[in-house]
């Protein structure tokens, strides 16, 4: 019997609703179930064929233990050797690589110093840091958030440099992003399940949380849903991961990424409303099942990312362009323009 477990925390509705659609569809030789520990030995599998991973990120043992499943044969959702390594600036980077729009980023170091540390551990540190240049290259209004956080937590919009240093100073030992505002028209956020399977759903960051996907506007376009969905599969295809939401802001037709490192995405049927919960649910149990009967013991179960493989088969991160033969454009109905919004970023 292979079993699916879901490692979780204080969520309830998503991964026990997942639980009991894999076990609903009686799969032979498959069953599910929460993920249950009680003791780690090293190099001793967990018992688990697949493993759904909802907490890691905010428990260390956790972590541990996941990677000790996966060299154990376990297939874990999402790997936790790249999770442990994945940040949100080098996110844009890699975006910028693979030609995704992204907002102009600056990486911020903490204020205080690290535990451990003291002023003469940053003696390659130019102090003070060429403030103008960072404040020139991302403009104000700007944005502020930890450079690996998530949750909306320790957020700030900053109107200029005096509120940034005023807000930089109470970050303590968090280091940050600091990132050019983003003018909207439109704004999506889309699940990716599997690398293959999108869910784009309108979303406007302003709202209460409950009320996030609560938009009454239909999209501008179909040529600019194809294109956010092209953008989500590349991101998550190149990150490697198999759970994952992209999150992009329109500005004068261009859906630019503002944030998709999201390995535990917020799927909880109060936020996400009904219908995007049954597709959540419905697609994991069915990825879940899929990874489940192609796992194998004894070799290695993860998804890699592209930019993983091309590095170790010495690779270039992607192929070039060839340009497309010049064509004559067809006309394309005319959209009009909607009112300006403001994007608060994770």
């Known amino acids: 019997m292979k079993k699916i477990g879901i490692l979780f925390g204080q ?21 599910a179930e929460a993920v249950k520990i009680e003791k780690i030995f090293q190099n001793k599998p967990l018992g688990y064929s ?21 060299i154990t044969g376990t297939a874990v959702i999402n790997n936790p050797f790249w999770w442990s390594a994945d ?10 690589q693979i030609g995704v729009p992204v907002p ?3 990486l911020i170091p903490s204020r205080q110093h690290p535990t451990g540390t003291t002023g003469e551990s940053f003696s ?12 020139e290259y991302t403009g104000f209004p700007a944005y502020m958030k930890p ?16 509120d940034f240093f005023d807000k930089h100073s109470g970050t303590e030992q968090l280091v940050m992003l600091l990132q050019e505002e983003i003018i909207f028209d439109e704004y999506f956020r889309c699940y990716c399940i599997g690398g293959k399977h999108v869910r784009i759903m309108q979303y406007d960051p302003r709202n209460p949380h409950h009320l996030r996907y609560a938009v009454d506007t239909k999209p501008s376009s179909e040529k600019l ?28 037709g261009v859906p630019i990424a503002i944030d998709f490192c999201n390995p535990a995405p917020d799927a909880d049927i109060k936020s996400v409303g009904q219908e995007n919960f049954d597709w959540v649910v419905e697609t994991t149990a069915n990825y879940a099942i899929e990874r489940a009967k192609a796992q194998k013991d004894g070799q290695d179960n993860l998804t890699w990312g592209e ?7 010495g690779k270039p991160l992607f192929a070039k362009a060839v340009a497309p033969k010049a064509t004559k454009p067809a006309a394309e109905k005319a959209v009009p323009a909607k009112p300006k919004k403001t994007a608060a970023k994770k």
């Open 124 to 135: 390659n540190l130019a102090m003070p840091l060429d403030w103008d240049a960072i404040f």
């Open 11 to 31: 969520e309830r509705s998503f991964p026990e609703a997942v639980i009991e659609r894999i076990n609903q569809k009686a799969e032979k030789g498959i069953t």
């Open 225 to 252: 849903l194809k294109t956010v969905e092209e953008y989500t599969l590349k991101l998550c295809k190149y990150l490697g991961y198999d759970f994952n939401t992209v999150e992009f802001a329109v500005r004068d």
């Open 104 to 106: 102009k980023t600056a």
């Open 50 to 70: 697949v493993i759904i991973d909802r907490i890691s990120q905010d428990v260390p043992f956790y972590r541990a233990s996941l990677k000790n499943a996966a």
């Open 147 to 162: 450079y690996d956080g998530g949750g909306w937590r320790d957020v700030y919009k900053l109107h200029d440099k005096e």
């Open 87 to 96: 940040e949100k600036f080098f996110n844009n980077a890699l975006a910028e």
């Open 307 to 313: 930019y993983i493989k091309s590095s170790v088969a």
